[in-house]
């Protein structure tokens, strides 16, 4: 399993000799030099900038991201919300979240994007924020760290093992608060640099070095 939440599922389901082998992230490939230029001027303007990135799907809880944007224009009117992900333009919770967005500002549904457009949307975002209520492990939190971005994600399922510590998990979407928070990430750098440097040790757990030592354990266990 990619995390111990995952291997805990394998187990129960009846399997044995069960590992956890962490997925190897490049930051180098999440670089400003791998960024779509073209997207890159199209996102360019004022923050903060809110980005989330998954399936548009109902248990990643995109209404919550919009009820979050919500807050901060409050704060900054000049707030913008970006959501990547592939949706169906008709479905049910698409629209829905169409209705909830309709007369705030800066709302922005990027659907699916190409990787040098994805980690040009990653470039442009200020804060990195998951609202979703699983994850068995959020390949997006470690893309928002290469890219160095703050995350600030709710601790569901792996989200905390994710993290292992870096970034800022939340246990209750009180979204007044989680605004504030939100602008200082973006604009104090007494929290945001420090909230960077510990997203980048983290990478180290994702790094090719890390991916061998696990892998040659599940060898020695006769696994691999």
Known sequence: GVSDYNAAELRVAGYRNVHTVPLLIEPERFGPDRADAKLLSR????????????????HKRFEDLIALH????????????????????????FRSLEKQAKGLSGVSFLG???????????RSASVFVSMSEHE???????????????????????????LGGAGIAFDQKRFAFLAELAVDLSEDLSLREPVIAGQRRRLEHFSAPSVQRALRICSANGTG
């Open 43 to 58: 996102l360019a303007g004022p923050g903060p900038v809110l980005l989330g990135v998954s399936r548009v799907m109902p």
């Open 70 to 93: 919500r807050e901060v224009l409050r704060l900054r009117p000049q707030a913008r919300l970006l959501m990547v992900g592939g949706y169906e333009p008709g479905s049910r919770y």
């Open 136 to 162: 068995g492990f959020g390949v997006p939190l470690i893309e928002a760290m290469a890219s160095d971005v703050p995350v600030l994600a709710y601790g569901a399922a792996a989200v905390p093992e994710t």
């Open 112 to 122: 699916r994007l190409s990787h040098a457009e994805l980690v040009a949307a990653y």
